[in-house]
């Protein structure tokens, strides 16, 4: 059976199996990455791995799991002011009124357009 020398940063060098480690591959920029257990003081260890890395890790037998980014983040995003402290507590302010949600639709109907 193969094994595979890696780098532990409580242990050192460590002796794995194949079995012992997981390769994921982003398919959307194909970053990939790499993590095991480590068989002495049980910390999950991730590193980062180019594509030969990759490649010579799924060629001896590791498992390869592929993932994607999320949709969100694709999505369009408002490019307005950022938020302050100050926003966050007039908004709670407003949030304990009775009258919160017709409050906030006038302030949005009032709003410069962007």
């Known amino acids: ?13 460590v002796q794995l199996k194949v079995t012992d480690l ?9 970053q990939g990455s790499y993590m095991f257990d480590c068989p002495s003081c049980a910390v999950v260890v991730t590193k980062d791995a180019s594509r030969r ?11 390869l799991q592929v993932w994607s ?4 983040l694709s999505e369009p995003h408002f490019r307005g002011p950022q938020i302050s402290t100050d926003d966050l ?3 709670h302010e407003l949030l304990e009124t009775n009258h919160w949600f017709g409050d906030l639709i006038e302030m ?3 709003a410069p357009s962007q």
Request: net charge negative; proline share 5%; with cysteine.
């Open 89 to 91: 507590l007039t908004f």
């Open 22 to 30: 997981t390769v994921r591959l982003c398919s959307n920029d194909d």
């Open 69 to 72: 980014l999320p949709a969100e």
């Open 108 to 110: 949005v109907r009032s």
């Open 1 to 13: 059976m193969t094994t595979i020398r890696a780098n532990c940063p409580e242990c050192g060098d």
């Open 53 to 63: 890395i990759i490649d010579l890790l799924t060629s001896s037998g590791v498992e």
